[in-house]
């Protein structure tokens, strides 16, 4: 039987190929900003709770979202990164 998550997007991807990761965070990649900017966290733990996804995932997200400049680098012991970009009137402001 699959495994079913609350998103539903597992059944969509091959999780044990490079293709398939890489598409899971293409698809949920909007939906993480969105969830790091209305938590004002950047987590792997919010992004897990918040979108029902597996903390692994979770962590993919977060890099993509460093290399991508929403978030900063890990910072040695601090649970959350530091979040590059802001909202205004609900609406996410990306740095010019």
């Given at each position: ?8 997007t ?19 990649y ?19 709770r ?20 929403v978030?900063?680098?890990?910072r040695?012991g ?18 010019a």
């Amino acid at each position: 039987m699959p495994q079913q998550q609350a998103a539903g997007t597992y059944s969509k991807f091959d999780m044990c190929t490079k293709r398939g990761r890489q598409a899971f965070v293409d698809v949920n990649y909007e939906r993480a900003v969105e969830v790091v900017c209305a938590a004002n966290r950047a987590s792997g733990a919010t992004l897990q709770r918040n979108m029902g996804i597996r903390y692994i995932d979770a962590v993919r997200l977060m890099d993509e979202l460093e290399r991508r400049g929403v978030i900063g680098p890990e910072r040695p012991g601090w649970p959350t990164r530091e979040i590059l970009i802001g909202t205004k009137n609900g609406r996410v402001m990306r740095p010019a």
